[in-house]
């Protein structure tokens, strides 16, 4: 059963950092591309960042958070990491993971397979 787990959500300060985990089972994410989405009520989900299967590896970042997020994978963890550092208020949200065989060249939520159930963030003072 092909299952993501996202983890390592909570409430932090402005300028403070998080990392989220995203746990895959049933798979190895070695072969997928694995992306972070986020959505706040009301709003549409946006791509956050993806990195893609090992045989391409490259990474890619939303505007809005490069220089301040990091996304990894440990494959023999099975894990896709991103790292938060210096957040704002505005990146407050519910953060999810998803995951799609081969090389995704897109962050729409509609090229994706699979999808955790998301980890809240809150930034704030």
């Known amino acids: 059963q092909v299952q993501l787990v996202e983890s390592g959500g909570g409430l932090v300060q402005p300028g403070g950092s998080l990392r989220l985990s995203c746990a895959a089972s049933?798979?190895?994410?070695?072969?997928?591309?694995i992306a972070w989405f986020r959505q706040v009520p009301g709003k549409e989900r946006e791509g956050v960042s993806c990195i893609r299967s090992s045989t391409d590896g490259s990474t890619y970042y939303k505007d809005s958070v490069k220089g301040r997020f990091t996304i990894s994978r440990d494959n023999d963890q099975n894990t896709v990491y991103l790292q938060m550092n210096n957040l704002k208020p505005e990146d407050t949200a519910v953060y999810y993971c998803?995951?799609?065989?081969?090389?995704?060249?897109?962050?729409?939520?509609?090229?994706?397979?699979?999808w955790g159930q998301g980890t809240q963030v809150t930034v704030s003072s």
């Open positions: 049933g798979f190895s994410l070695d072969y997928y591309s």
């Open positions: 998803a995951a799609s065989p081969g090389v995704v060249v897109t962050l729409t939520p509609m090229s994706y397979d699979y």
